[in-house]
């Protein structure tokens, strides 16, 4: 999967992308290429693709010795500013505060075959990645660096990061390292990314790509509801099954940037990384600092070969691999059946009617510990509340083991609320600048994970309830972003605080890990007041994540949609809740609702003593069929649907080797006198084939050209014949091999 030629030309290659480098004249690495894998390639072609007969009009040499040679004009591997490269670099590293202008040359090269998962920091894994260490060197300012790819067989992604050691004596100070760079040669593309807010998270934004700069970013020590670490560049005029697409993901939970930089000769520059803004980290004699690592991600088949390449790889070589098309429970979560206000019966109660309706893990919620009765105390105390739960939690959680099902507790780790006995015993504990103001958020502070004894003392007390109630699920939230950032641990040890925000997503890792090794099994649901930390390395860690506090089934239509483009399936939990909705208020059909949250891991979480007869039968039957389709409906290759129209979605879910699907069909309003006849072509299914599409028999090449046909709706004339009639009309499409 990597030659190397003539110690100077790197080609990681495989049967999906090439990705092409070389030394350059100055012995600094260059870009040529990535995208379809190009084979074998001659000494005639790999110089062709090297030389640069000009050097571009208003630029200046790199220096006296390499003739016409400028930075400006190429395409780097890890580009640094301020020596003949004008636009943002990769890397800056400062002497106290006087910049180096490094000079990193090549010095040679190393391959490593697999990579093992270790839990201490979220990396892809694989037995069959093969990884080229590039070693540079800066005889000048003593400073090594390392530059590692990885690919991995039979998927179109390349995986970075880089590494800085201090050779000499003197301390120096990363300002910046970018975890990835992807250099185009043009700006034919738009920038698309995941944006959004509490409640309405990554719904999919574009930016056309002019000269400047687009960026996205996160400040909050969190990756964040506002904007995702995930950007895109499609092809112009792409569709969701046409064009190149190029992603870079960070597999990171905290402060980030991702841009887009466009120059004068519209070239156009990536950079993903750590936000260098509130950060520095030093680096002493013989000390290194590593970045994250970034997923450069490669399609020429629209968004949807893009989001399903970048899905197989994430279900592969991220996601804990006992996860990997592992059935997820079905799960019940009583937070919006009953808030702050449960004890033991009332628990029990609804854990018995949800298993009489099919669910199989039944999970606590907030509130069940200290004395928290709403959002304002008890936080840091993870000891059961004796009034809500007089026979204590051991018991409760033998009565639900007893009833056959999984049990799952809600914790908030890292936070703490001022009114809890944690907080009283250890007011330093939590992140806060010593002047005297504090800002707070939902009534709590944050914990200083930067330092080690406060992720101790947490995860002991979480240690000791999931022993005692032998549980099988966690959900961790975390509901409020880091202000005033300042530990008062580093001041304490002589660290800057520049290193905070870093070392407190060190220390979130750190619990998981403790968790994750303790208590393998355990299956953690990542939260961040729904969707505030939905991204690549909280997901090495918690297989799903619950997406969005907006639980509103046509809400989750756009949030599902975005999320997939750059995650997997398996990894949205979805949940059936009440109508009228809690967020949005809007009223929804249970058919709807259901026909929803079926899309991957599916939970139910509404008040299920208020339910009907009739809907408690629709809930036993949606169960049955998600249990018989569960794979598929979880960890089956997943297509957005052209619709034609912003007023519909269309989602499918393909198993290949059993060759069926399901077609989710969602029109948000209804239209008065609509085409008669519309159809979804299903370009997956293959012609040569008969298949059954609920009642009828159809053929593989109408399937496939012309497609399946959207519902009937009611037109004013005959109601009757309608097959989905109203606001919010949803429709299941059942596709199998016909026998
Ligand atoms: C956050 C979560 C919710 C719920 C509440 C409990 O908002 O996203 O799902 O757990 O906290 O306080």
């Given at each position: 999967?990597?030659?190397v030629?003539?110690n100077?030309?790197?080609?990681?290659q495989?049967?999906?992308?090439?990705?092409l480098?070389?030394?350059?004249?100055n012995?600094?690495?260059?870009?040529?290429?990535?995208?379809?894998?190009?084979?074998?390639?001659?000494?005639?072609?790999?110089?062709?693709?090297?030389?640069?007969?000009?050097?571009?009009?208003?630029?200046?040499?790199?220096?006296?010795?390499?003739?016409?040679?400028?930075?400006?004009d190429?395409?780097?591997?890890y580009p640094?500013?301020?020596?003949?490269?004008?636009?943002?670099?990769?890397?800056?590293?400062?002497?106290?505060?006087t910049?180096?202008?490094?000079?990193?040359?090549?010095?040679s090269?190393?391959?490593t075959?697999?990579?093992?998962?270790?839990?201490?920091?979220?990396?892809?894994?694989?037995?069959?990645?093969e990884?080229?260490?590039i070693?540079?060197?800066?005889?000048?300012?003593?400073?090594?660096?390392?530059?590692n790819?990885?690919?991995?067989?039979?998927?179109?992604?390349?995986?970075?990061?880089?590494?800085?050691?201090?050779?000499?004596?003197?301390?120096?100070?990363?300002q910046?390292?970018?975890s990835?760079?992807?250099?185009?040669?043009?700006?034919?593309?738009?920038?698309?990314?995941?944006?959004?807010?509490?409640?309405?998270?990554?719904?999919?934004?574009?930016?056309?790509?002019?000269?400047?700069?687009?960026?996205?970013?996160?400040?909050?020590?969190a990756?964040?509801?506002?904007?995702n670490?995930?950007v895109?560049?499609?092809?112009?005029?792409?569709?969701?099954?046409?064009?190149?697409?190029?992603?870079?993901?960070?597999?990171?939970?905290?402060?980030?940037?991702?841009?887009?930089?466009?120059?004068?000769?519209?070239?156009?520059r990536?950079l993903?990384?750590?936000?260098?803004?509130?950060?520095?980290?030093?680096?002493?004699?013989?000390?290194?600092?590593?970045?994250?690592?970034?997923?450069?991600a490669?399609?020429?088949?629209?968004l949807?070969?893009?989001?399903?390449?970048?899905?197989?790889f994430?279900?592969?070589?991220?996601?804990?691999?006992?996860?990997?098309?592992?059935?997820?429970?079905?799960?019940?979560?009583?937070?919006?059946?009953?808030?702050?206000?449960f004890?033991?019966?009332k628990?029990?109660?609804?854990?018995?009617?949800?298993?009489?309706?099919g669910?199989?893990?039944?999970?606590?919620?907030?509130?069940?510990?200290?004395?928290?009765?709403?959002?304002?105390?008890?936080?840091?105390?993870?000891?059961?509340?004796?009034?809500?739960?007089?026979?204590?939690?051991?018991?409760?959680?033998?009565?639900?083991?007893?009833?056959?099902?999984?049990?799952?507790?809600?914790f908030?780790?890292?936070?703490?609320?001022?009114?809890?006995?944690?907080?009283r015993?250890?007011?330093?504990?939590?992140?806060?600048?010593?002047?005297?103001?504090i800002?707070?958020?939902?009534?709590?502070y944050?914990?200083?994970?930067a330092?080690?004894?406060?992720?101790?003392?947490?995860?002991?007390q979480?240690?000791?309830i999931?022993?005692?109630t032998?549980?099988?699920?966690i959900?961790?939230?975390?509901?409020?972003?880091?202000?005033?950032?300042?530990?008062?641990y580093?001041n304490?040890?002589?660290?800057?605080?520049?290193?905070?925000?870093?070392?407190?997503i060190?220390?979130?890792?750190?619990?998981?890990?403790?968790?994750?090794?303790?208590?393998?099994?355990?299956?953690?649901e990542?939260c961040?007041?729904?969707?505030?930390?939905?991204?690549?390395?909280?997901?090495?860690?918690?297989?799903?994540?619950?997406?969005?506090?907006?639980s509103?089934?046509?809400?989750?239509?756009?949030?599902?949609?975005?999320?997939?483009?750059?995650?997997?399936?398996?990894?949205f939990?979805?949940?059936?809740?009440?109508?009228?909705?809690?967020?949005?208020?809007?009223?929804?059909?249970?058919?709807?609702?259901?026909?929803?949250?079926?899309?991957?891991?599916?939970?139910?979480?509404?008040?299920?003593?208020?339910?009907?007869?009739?809907?408690?039968?629709?809930?036993?039957?949606?169960?049955?069929?998600?249990?018989?389709?569960?794979q598929?409906?979880?960890?089956?290759?997943?297509?957005?649907l052209?619709?034609?129209?912003?007023?519909?979605?269309a989602?499918?879910?393909?198993?290949?080797?059993?060759?069926?699907?399901?077609?989710?069909f969602?029109?948000?309003?209804?239209?008065?006198?609509?085409?008669?006849?519309?159809?979804?072509?299903?370009?997956?299914?293959?012609?040569d084939q008969?298949?059954?599409?609920n009642?009828?028999?159809?053929?593989?090449?109408?399937l496939?050209?012309?497609?399946i046909?959207?519902?009937?709706?009611?037109?004013?004339?005959?109601?009757?014949q309608?097959?989905?009639?109203?606001?919010?009309?949803?429709?299941?499409?059942?596709?199998?091999?016909?026998?």
């Amino acid at each position: 999967m990597i030659n190397v030629i003539d110690n100077q030309y790197f080609h990681l290659q495989n049967n999906k992308i090439s990705y092409l480098f070389y030394v350059m004249p100055n012995q600094q690495l260059g870009h040529l290429y990535y995208g379809q894998p190009l084979g074998d390639l001659s000494n005639k072609d790999l110089e062709y693709l090297a030389r640069k007969v000009n050097k571009s009009a208003g630029t200046v040499k790199f220096s006296a010795d390499t003739g016409q040679f400028t930075l400006a004009d190429r395409g780097q591997e890890y580009p640094v500013y301020g020596s003949s490269d004008f636009k943002a670099g990769a890397l800056e590293i400062t002497e106290g505060t006087t910049p180096l202008y490094t000079d990193f040359r090549y010095k040679s090269y190393r391959i490593t075959k697999g990579k093992p998962r270790r839990l201490h920091q979220p990396t892809t894994f694989g037995d069959d990645g093969e990884t080229l260490s590039i070693q540079l060197t800066d005889e000048e300012h003593q400073l090594a660096l390392t530059l590692n790819y990885t690919i991995f067989n039979d998927h179109s992604v390349i995986v970075r990061n880089q590494s800085i050691t201090n050779l000499g004596t003197v301390p120096r100070t990363v300002q910046k390292m970018m975890s990835g760079v992807l250099e185009l040669a043009t700006d034919d593309y738009e920038f698309l990314h995941l944006s959004g807010a509490w409640l309405k998270e990554r719904h999919i934004t574009r930016h056309a790509l002019a000269q400047g700069t687009v960026s996205i970013s996160s400040l909050k020590g969190a990756s964040g509801h506002q904007h995702n670490p995930f950007v895109a560049l499609q092809e112009k005029n792409g569709t969701i099954d046409h064009g190149q697409v190029y992603g870079a993901q960070l597999i990171y939970s905290g402060n980030f940037i991702g841009q887009a930089e466009v120059d004068e000769w519209s070239h156009t520059r990536v950079l993903m990384g750590i936000h260098p803004d509130y950060f520095t980290w030093e680096i002493g004699e013989g000390e290194s600092f590593e970045t994250p690592e970034i997923l450069l991600a490669y399609s020429a088949q629209g968004l949807n070969g893009f989001a399903q390449e970048t899905a197989s790889f994430i279900e592969k070589h991220i996601i804990d691999p006992q996860w990997q098309n592992k059935p997820r429970p079905i799960v019940f979560n009583n937070w919006e059946a009953t808030y702050f206000d449960f004890d033991h019966q009332k628990l029990i109660e609804l854990a018995k009617s949800g298993k009489e309706l099919g669910m199989e893990c039944f999970v606590v919620d907030d509130g069940w510990f200290g004395k928290r009765d709403d959002d304002r105390s008890s936080l840091g105390d993870w000891t059961v509340d004796e009034r809500k739960f007089p026979k204590g939690i051991k018991v409760f959680a033998q009565e639900i083991h007893q009833l056959g099902l999984q049990l799952g507790i809600w914790f908030e780790p890292e936070m703490v609320s001022p009114d809890s006995q944690f907080y009283r015993a250890h007011p330093e504990w939590v992140v806060r600048h010593p002047f005297s103001r504090i800002s707070i958020g939902r009534g709590q502070y944050v914990l200083d994970f930067a330092n080690p004894q406060v992720v101790d003392a947490i995860y002991e007390q979480m240690k000791k309830i999931i022993q005692e109630t032998e549980l099988d699920y966690i959900k961790w939230d975390m509901n409020r972003n880091i202000t005033e950032a300042y530990s008062a641990y580093l001041n304490e040890v002589g660290i800057d605080q520049t290193e905070f925000f870093h070392r407190y997503i060190l220390g979130v890792y750190r619990l998981y890990e403790k968790i994750l090794t303790d208590f393998p099994t355990i299956l953690i649901e990542g939260c961040a007041g729904g969707g505030g930390r939905y991204d690549l390395g909280i997901l090495f860690y918690s297989p799903q994540i619950w997406p969005s506090d907006d639980s509103d089934a046509i809400e989750r239509l756009a949030i599902q949609t975005g999320t997939l483009l750059a995650y997997p399936l398996s990894t949205f939990s979805n949940h059936v809740s009440a109508s009228p909705n809690h967020q949005v208020w809007r009223q929804t059909s249970l058919k709807i609702r259901q026909d929803v949250a079926m899309f991957g891991p599916l939970g139910y979480e509404l008040d299920l003593n208020q339910l009907t007869e009739t809907e408690k039968t629709a809930i036993q039957e949606r169960i049955a069929f998600y249990q018989e389709n569960r794979q598929l409906l979880t960890f089956g290759r997943f297509y957005q649907l052209a619709t034609g129209t912003d007023n519909e979605v269309a989602w499918a879910v393909y198993d290949e080797t059993e060759q069926k699907a399901i077609v989710g069909f969602y029109r948000i309003l209804s239209k008065p006198n609509s085409a008669a006849d519309e159809f979804l072509p299903l370009s997956f299914l293959s012609a040569d084939q008969t298949y059954q599409v609920n009642d009828e028999i159809l053929s593989g090449k109408i399937l496939r050209q012309i497609g399946i046909r959207k519902p009937y709706q009611f037109n004013g004339a005959n109601p009757d014949q309608a097959q989905v009639q109203g606001d919010f009309q949803s429709y299941i499409y059942q596709i199998a091999l016909a026998d």
